[in-house]
């Protein structure tokens, strides 16, 4: 398909462990964001990309939390030492450069439980 | 920053009747104000979008209306249908429009009652 694709769909874990979220975006898109949403919550934006430039993490809550993309295509999203907390609805979403419609198309997301 | 509060929380509507979602923003340099609806186990979806030079804009049974003035804006679905149940998102953004400066509200669950 053309959309964006995340997976895995769900992740169990324990607390404390390391995991890796990873979202292939719409091709030609060249932004990218992450965001958290928590159950009965809104969308919390996390960190952005957009082409080579730098990212912008503003939105990351801990130093837990990292992303890379490489080539300019694919993310992952990696949450050290998860905590219960982190329990969460975690959605990809990518952009095309120069849009200035500011509409995100969103992956069905990544759910993640710690235990 | 931009903050975005949105109600209610829950809606139940019978089918074919109206519903309403209502959003207040906070800062007044905001001027694109997206609707988004997220179906069980989907992402969101752009549904409709406002920029701030116009006061109402519709697409078939959807519409959006905006007061900048009052910094509020709400979404209008007439003639509901079971298909229209979900969640719906509004979010506002900064001057320059773009995605990255948009700030969510907390959502409404929209149910459409047979």
């Known amino acids: 398909g053309a959309g964006v694709s995340q997976s895995p769909s769900n992740k169990v874990t324990e607390k404390g462990k390391d995991v890796e979220l990873r979202c292939d975006p719409i091709s030609g898109h060249t932004a990218l964001y992450w965001y958290r949403q928590s159950l009965g919550q809104g969308l919390e934006f996390l960190i952005y990309f957009q082409g080579n430039s730098a990212p912008d993490k503003s939105g990351l809550p801990s130093d837990r939390f990292s992303a890379e993309r490489t080539g300019g295509s694919v993310s992952t999203l990696t949450i050290q030492r998860t905590q219960q907390e982190d329990s969460a609805v975690y959605l990809c979403a990518s952009s095309p450069r120069g849009s200035n419609t500011g509409e995100l198309f969103f992956g069905e997301g990544s759910r993640l439980t710690v235990l | 920053g931009e903050n975005v509060e949105q109600h209610p929380s829950t809606l139940s509507v019978q089918e074919g009747d109206s519903a309403v979602i209502k959003c207040t923003y906070s800062d007044s340099a905001s001027n694109y104000f997206p609707w988004y609806k997220q179906e069980l186990g989907k992402g969101p979806q752009l549904i409709i979008d406002?920029?701030?030079?116009?006061g109402e804009k519709k697409d078939q049974r959807i519409a959006v209306t905006l007061n900048k003035t009052a910094k509020h804006f709400s979404l209008h679905i007439t003639e509901t249908q079971p298909e229209d149940s979900a969640v719906y998102f509004c979010?506002?953004?900064?001057?320059?429009?773009?995605?990255?400066?948009?700030?969510f509200g907390s959502g409404t669950q929209l149910t459409v009652l047979p």
């Open positions: 406002i920029r701030s030079n116009v």
């Open positions: 979010a506002a953004s900064g001057p320059s429009g773009s995605a990255r400066q948009l700030t």
